[in-house]
């Protein structure tokens, strides 16, 4: 996984709990991948390795909200076009419905909320990821990798919760 260099040393700058549940997803991820025709094991691993990538910004560290945008921002630059996709489909898996997404309800987000709701939104300041979700998300199609990572990140969270 030589591709990976810059992902791996970005990964060692990750500070405890994040470097051991980004490992713990990389790991199951790549344990689910293996049960999967046509699913590669060791893609999977980094895709887990790189879901929360973003949680090593110090813009995230002050509002961890924005791990998803920095993470995609992140391999973005670094020109992981197969990867970018990772930090932002973990946290928000309803794809083609964003308004349904449970924690982050957003009026901008939601067709069917009201113009008065939209503006009273909007007057409390509009951040980056209001804007910059639905336009890499919306109509996006979730991957077998997507997926996966998702899975992996709830169960390993469900168990790191009971070794805590």
């Known amino acids: 996984m030589k591709r990976y260099a810059d992902v791996y040393s970005i990964f060692g700058a990750f500070q405890e709990p994040w470097q051991r ?16 025709d046509g699913c590669d094991d060791q893609f999977a691993y980094v895709y887990g390795l790189v879901h929360d990538i973003g949680r090593s910004t110090e813009r995230s560290k002050k509002d961890p909200r924005f791990h998803c945008v920095d993470g995609f921002l992140i ?3 670094l020109g992981y076009d197969e990867l970018k996709m990772a930090p932002l489909t973990h ?7 964003l308004s349904l997404v449970p924690g982050y309800y957003n009026p901008l987000w939601d067709p069917d909320a009201s113009i008065m709701d939209k503006q009273r939104y909007a007057e409390k300041g509009i951040h980056e990821w209001d804007t910059f979700i639905p336009e890499h998300l919306q109509g996006y199609k979730a991957t077998n990798y997507d997926i ?9 969270a469900r ?3 009971h070794t805590s």
């Open 75 to 77: 391999l973005d630059c």
């Open 91 to 97: 946290s928000f898996p309803c794809l083609s419905n």
């Open 21 to 36: 549940h980004c490992q713990n997803v990389a790991r199951l991820s790549q344990l689910i991948a293996k049960t999967i």
């Open 159 to 161: 168990s790191e919760e």
């Open 148 to 156: 996966i990572i998702l899975l992996a990140d709830l169960m390993s």
